[in-house]
């Protein structure tokens, strides 16, 4: 008889399997209509982050433009930097690769956000206990050198409302949620961003790499 934690890490397996199919097949299809994907993600101070992962995930369903996904061995390898604020050098380091677009994304912020409503004025407080995850995402057409769209990041869950009466104090342990819910709410925002992100890239991009808007105002 499969036990439940067996069950669990075929399927973790399995995905993994996907996973290094998926990178292996993409970094080896530089054609010149692929598209480079780089995702960058600040640390979260609660959780392990797996967010990453979950867009490969997405991303190896896509048919669509040969995917060059700029992992972490590959960006030290390249030297790597899209935190620079020259984009000619972003440009330049894409031009290596071969590419027609730069997807590049920036995961600035994932956290607890509690945000106060006011009930009753000195006595009656609901907190509203949110995860968050902000950021930006920069297209570039690397044959013209020039960013085509900026899009802001930003997704969120409600984990639970909490009342205070009386003594209002944001940092009551009253307000804190637990590890275990902390690991099921990341884990359910994570899985909402990356969802979030792949249908935004594919809305971006056709099938031949081209992007469905034109680039006025940018």
Not at 43 to 54: C, G, I, M, S
């Amino acid at each position: 008889m499969c036990t439940t934690s067996g069950f669990r890490m075929k399927a973790v397996k399995s995905v993994l399997f996907v996973l290094a199919v998926f990178v292996s097949v993409s970094s080896g299809a530089a054609a010149q209509d692929a598209v480079i994907i780089n995702l960058e993600i600040a640390e979260n101070p609660w959780a392990d982050v797996r967010l990453d992962n979950k867009l490969d995930f997405y991303l190896a369903t896509a048919a669509r433009s040969p995917i060059i996904r700029i992992n972490g061995d590959m960006r030290d390898s390249l030297g790597w930097n899209s935190r620079t604020p020259a984009i000619d050098d972003l440009i330049d380091q894409a031009e290596r690769l071969n590419a027609r677009y730069l997807v590049d994304i920036f995961i600035d912020r994932i956290d607890i956000e509690k945000r106060k409503v006011t009930v009753i004025p000195q006595a009656a407080f609901r907190y509203r206990v949110f995860g968050v995850i902000t950021g930006v995402m920069r297209v570039m057409d690397i044959s013209r050198a020039r960013v085509v769209r900026v899009e802001e990041i930003n997704y969120e869950i409600k984990a639970s409302d909490r009342w205070r009466f009386g003594d209002d104090d944001i940092h009551d342990a009253d307000l804190h949620i637990s590890a275990y819910d902390k690991t099921l709410l990341f884990d359910e925002l994570e899985e909402k961003a990356a969802r979030g992100i792949f249908r935004e890239i594919t809305r971006l991009t056709r099938g031949t790499g081209s992007f469905v808007k034109d680039d006025e105002g940018f």
